[in-house]
């Protein structure tokens, strides 16, 4: 049984003195962002840089759109992440601290988040409530290999999320809904991806030429769903 991790980016055991660095989704932990206030989260963001691990805690609110760096991963408190040393190659499993996240805003015509390349959505509710035409929950435009998994995404106005022209996009054991006319939970233009255990809701209605729907793909050959 493993002992329980007492520091924040280190792995340290209460049974030895050893204290090696974490690595998450194969990248070493330098530091761990905390998004706490909507009006400073991108500012959180961009100064944690790349290849890092940004905590929404709480329930935050933001008026335009979020945007992950290359290779980012977004989470929300009280989930619960593997983290391997760097050094021993031991794993263990740490819960942020907190309660469940949310991320939520009316960001008209626009997604409250944007992923990037290589980017990771885990563990975190995003809402957009804007009654605007495409104001999606989450988007995804030209980028690979980002991932969404864990997660809960709602949109008033727009997809859950909206993917275009983007590559080897992972969506899995999340719950996406829209509830506006016209859209769905999940619309992906030219993209490939692979979708597992998702829940999918859509109770919009349409307009007899654009329905509302649960999945649209266009253009999706390789996808797996």
Same mark, same amino acid.
């Given at each position: ?36 206030? #909507?009006?400073? *989260? ?5 100064? $944690? !840089? +790349?290849?890092? %691990?940004?905590?929404? =805690? &709480? /329930? @935050? ?36 601290? #907190?309660?469940? *996240? ?5 960001? $008209? !015509? +626009?997604?409250? %988040?944007?992923?990037? =390349? &290589? /980017? @990771? ?36 106005? #727009? ?67």
């Amino acid at each position: 049984m493993a002992d329980p991790i007492i520091r924040d980016v280190d792995i340290v055991t209460q049974s030895a003195t050893l204290v090696e660095a974490a690595k998450f989704d194969g990248q070493t932990l330098s530091s761990v962002a905390t998004i706490k206030d #909507g009006t400073t *989260a991108q500012a959180t963001i961009n100064a $944690a !840089g +790349a290849n890092t %691990l940004v905590v929404v =805690q &709480g /329930s @935050t609110t933001v008026t335009s759109q979020l945007t992950l760096l290359t290779g980012q991963t977004l989470s929300g408190s009280g989930t619960t992440l593997t983290l391997t040393g760097a050094s021993s190659g031991r794993q263990v499993a740490f819960t942020l601290p #907190g309660g469940s *996240a949310s991320l939520s805003g009316a960001v $008209a !015509g +626009a997604s409250v %988040l944007s992923l990037s =390349q &290589g /980017s @990771t959505l885990r563990g975190l509710t995003v809402t957009n409530t804007s009654t605007a035409a495409n104001s999606h929950a989450v988007s995804a435009v030209n980028v690979s290999n980002a991932s969404i998994t864990g997660s809960t995404l709602n949109a008033a106005k #727009g997809n859950g999320l909206y993917a275009s022209g983007s590559s080897s996009l992972s969506v899995s054991n999340s719950s996406i809904s829209a509830t506006g006319n016209d859209f769905g939970a999940i619309r992906m233009d030219h993209t490939t991806a692979t979708l597992s255990g998702n829940t999918l809701s859509s109770t919009g209605a349409g307009t007899g030429t654009t329905f509302a729907h649960a999945l649209w793909i266009t253009d999706g050959g390789g996808s797996t769903v």
